[in-house]
């Protein structure tokens, strides 16, 4: 259950910071990073539990944490220069 839980959080998260991109604002900021410490929090709940192979679930969600990354930083320059 919590495996559903952490994938139905990370593409809510995606698409959260898509749509922050595209309409930022301070307090959707906020969601969008509740949404990263909840994916990883349950991420490495996962990983504890399981004991999952580590190196793919690492890389995995290096590649995530990268993308929301790059995806807040640009919300937050165009929230800025508005």
């Known amino acids: 259950m ?3 839980l952490h994938v139905l959080i990370a593409v809510s998260s995606l698409v959260w910071t898509t749509y922050l991109f595209f309409s930022p604002g301070r307090a ?11 994916t ?3 991420g490495t709940y ?7 192979h580590m190196l793919q679930a690492c890389a995995t969600g290096l590649l995530y944490v990268g993308l929301v ?9 165009r929230l800025a220069a508005d």
């Open 46 to 52: 996962l990983v504890a539990s399981s004991g999952a």
């Open 40 to 42: 990883l929090a349950s």
């Open 69 to 77: 990354s790059l995806g807040i930083a640009s919300a937050r320059s």
């Open 2 to 4: 919590i495996l559903v």
């Open 28 to 38: 959707k900021l906020n969601v969008s990073y509740g949404l990263v410490v909840a």
